[in-house]
């Protein structure tokens, strides 16, 4: 298992090497951290909640677990932390373990739907 377990970390760092991307995460006491993560796209999702319309946007973002790793990393994530990326603060939805010391993050980043939209236009 041992060896199972290095491959993947082996792995992870050339993830970060060829596809990573820096973000600053945030602890909710204010400590920043800037480390390299792998981070997937943005999408956009549509929360209805009784009349209140509101866009959520989310992604994931890989980080290792070794806070000695040559990329950094959080060797404990938690969901009040935020994550900063391209200078786009995300709160922390979910965080999974994943195999060779990393975390996936699922980050999320609520967006109001305007309601002063002006009107489309009047049937009659």
Same mark, same amino acid.
């Given at each position: &298992?041992?060896? +199972? ?14 596809? =990573?991307?820096? @973000?600053? +995460?945030?602890?909710?006491?204010? $400590?920043?951290? %800037? @480390? %390299?993560?792998? $981070?997937?796209g943005e999408r956009? !999702?549509?929360?209805? !909640? =009784?009349?209140?319309? %509101? *866009?959520?946007? *989310?992604?994931?973002? $890989? ?7 040559? +990329? =950094? ?5 938690? @969901? *009040? ?8 603060? +995300?709160?922390? !939805? *979910? ?11 699922? @980050?999320?980043?609520? !967006?109001? &739907? ?5 009107? =489309?236009?009047?049937?009659?």
């Amino acid at each position: &298992m041992a060896l +199972y377990d290095n491959d993947l970390e082996a792995g992870a760092e050339l993830l970060c090497e060829a596809f =990573g991307s820096s @973000l600053t +995460y945030v602890t909710a006491a204010g $400590v920043s951290t %800037t @480390l %390299t993560g792998v $981070v997937d796209g943005e999408r956009a !999702e549509t929360e209805i !909640e =009784g009349d209140r319309r %509101t *866009k959520v946007r *989310k992604r994931d973002v $890989v980080i290792s677990a070794d806070t000695s790793s040559t +990329y =950094g990393g959080i060797a404990s994530p938690n @969901l *009040k932390d935020t994550v900063t990326i391209s200078s786009v603060s +995300y709160a922390i !939805e *979910k965080i999974v373990s994943l195999p060779g010391n990393a975390w996936q993050l699922q @980050l999320v980043r609520p !967006e109001p &739907m305007d309601r002063n939209r002006a009107p =489309g236009p009047t049937r009659r």
